[in-house]
């Protein structure tokens, strides 16, 4: 009777162990796939075209995401992350600024406020 109350605490234990953590299966990379639903490349209200947007998730916690414009200087953000519940939430360094993303098998998707527009912005990221 000890040995399978011992093993079934070791699988409760297992159970308890969230995969999706900053050392589990979240961290990655990860390819903008989609931005509102369309393909790249993508033209915000602005006229800026995004051509490509990659975002690597580090198994330390920290992120880089470096989004490339046809005709606009290209971004490179930088901070940390932390997931619970397959919910993400970065903490962008160089705007001092928070903002989520949920995170479903290998697709990333965050959704934001266009402060250009005054509307969101959805993107689909899918890990390589």
């Given at each position: 009777m000890r040995r399978i109350a011992l093993f079934l605490a070791l699988i409760a234990l297992a159970a308890c162990n969230d995969a999706t953590s900053p050392n589990g299966s979240a961290s990655g990379t990860y390819t903008l796939r989609t931005v509102n639903g369309f393909s790249l490349p993508y033209?915000?209200?602005?006229?800026s075209v995004?051509?490509?947007?990659?975002l690597v998730l580090d198994s330390?916690?920290?992120?880089?995401d470096q989004a490339r414009f046809s005709n606009a200087?290209?971004?490179?953000?930088?901070?940390f992350w932390s997931i619970n519940n397959n919910l993400i939430t970065f903490n962008?360094?160089?705007e001092g600024?928070?903002?989520t993303a949920s995170l479903s098998g290998t697709v990333l998707t965050e959704t934001f406020n266009n402060g250009s527009s005054?509307?969101?912005v959805t993107e689909v990221f899918e890990r390589n």
């Open positions: 033209t915000f209200s602005d006229g995004l051509i490509s947007d990659q330390d916690g920290s992120y880089i200087p290209d971004i490179n953000e930088q901070g962008d360094v160089n600024i928070n903002y005054g509307g969101s």
